[in-house]
Nanobody, 124 residues
Framework: QVTLVESGGGSAQAGDSLKLSCKVS????????TAWFRQAPGKEREFVAT????????VYGDFVKGRFTISRDNDKNTVHLQMNSLKLEDTAVYYC?????????????????WGQGTQVTVSS
């Protein structure tokens, strides 16, 4: 069993930066891949980025285009999402997720564990 707790969300202006964190606790002895998804009102959950247990295996969603960076601190069991050059359309609830079955996936159904989400609101 793995528990995920996100932090770092909030309000920002377009062009600003925010850093989200996801603390992973529980059975962290097993390998797991961690991902960020987001969901805006009225839209489906969207893949943002994932970092695998395989070193240097990182995948980003197509919309990221170099603006976001995912990183993993294995010593602290924490995953970060650095978001730069924020846009209005980045407004969403951001969720941290983990799975122990595949090294990476863009599909939310693959992920067994989810955090409660953290709101990011970008204004002009």
């Amino acid at each position: 069993q793995v528990t995920l707790v996100e932090s770092g969300g909030g309000s920002a202006q377009a062009g600003d930066s925010l850093k989200l964190s996801c603390k992973v606790s529980g059975d962290t002895s097993s390998r797991y891949a961690t991902a960020w998804f987001r969901q805006a009102p009225g839209k489906e959950r969207e893949f943002v980025a994932t970092v695998s247990w395989i070193p240097n295996l990182i995948v980003y969603g197509d919309f990221v285009k170099g603006r976001f960076t995912i990183s993993r601190d294995n010593d602290k069991n924490t995953v970060h999402l650095q978001m730069n050059s924020l846009k209005l359309e980045d407004t969403a609830v951001y969720y941290c997720a983990a799975n122990t079955r595949v090294p990476y996936s863009r599909e939310p159904d693959i992920y067994d564990y989810w955090g409660q989400g953290t709101q990011v609101t970008v204004s002009s």
